[in-house]
């Protein structure tokens, strides 16, 4: 997919992307960067980012939270927070240990609170826009052997509408992006995953592109350009809404 013309319209924003060493959250980075904004990305493996060039990558494990804390401190004031962090256990409730469901909501749930908590203060004087990577695999839909990581999302999804209400005055809005099966580093380990257990790559690529009434999966920059109009002021007026990028699955 080429690059697309930048517009300009988050010019002297400073943006704060999580998990932006690869997938969703390195080409929500790489597009807020694209249209004007001071993005400052972060993950938990700082080596992902060592390509971004500049000073403004850093190491952050966003369920740490006095990691959280510290790191927000560096930001006088946060215009744009997109959180992409997430973990995606694969099972059904019987096939979910204690230990992989306090895992799931620790990365996906736990980090939402910790990271939104940290920036919302630093938002307030000015206003902002957050966004968080929620799923469809969520409060919205279920989906097979996806327990942890559905309960854990429909989390998201909840805290996101939670604090668009309760900031509204503040001028920070707040909304969630949904995205279908997107290919990814990690999507590609769960078909791995999968096809260990299935036996084969064919049957574990028809599970995953089964779910697809497109045919195929979505693409972080399809995922990354809904994330920058829901930061820019092009989205003023829509907050605490729950947006699918999803090629069809919830129509
Ligand atoms: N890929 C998909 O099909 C898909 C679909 C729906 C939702 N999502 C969500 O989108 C987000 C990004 O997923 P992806 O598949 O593009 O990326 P990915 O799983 O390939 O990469 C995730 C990144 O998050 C980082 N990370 C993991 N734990 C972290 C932590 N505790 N603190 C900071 N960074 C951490 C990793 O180092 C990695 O760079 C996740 O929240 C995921 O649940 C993905």
Redesign the pocket.
Known sequence: MSAPASSGRLAGKVAVV??A?????RAVAERLAQEGAEVHP????LD?LAGWGGPAAAA????DEGAVAAYFERFPRVDVLVH?????HQGTIEECSPADWRRSLS??LD?AYLVLAAAIPRMKAAGGSIVT?A???SSIKGFPRRAAYGAA?GGVIGLTKAVAADYLKDRIRCNAVC????D????RERIDDLAAQMGSRDKAMDFFVGRQPSGRFGT?EEVASVCAFLASDDAAFVTGQAVCVDGGITI
């Open positions: 999580t998990a060493g690869q997938g969703i959250g972060s993950d938990r493996r992902l952050l494990d966003a369920t992409a962090v997430g973990y995606v990365i996906s980090s990577i799923s469809v695999a999302k995205p279908g099966t997107v990814s580093p990690s999507l972080v």
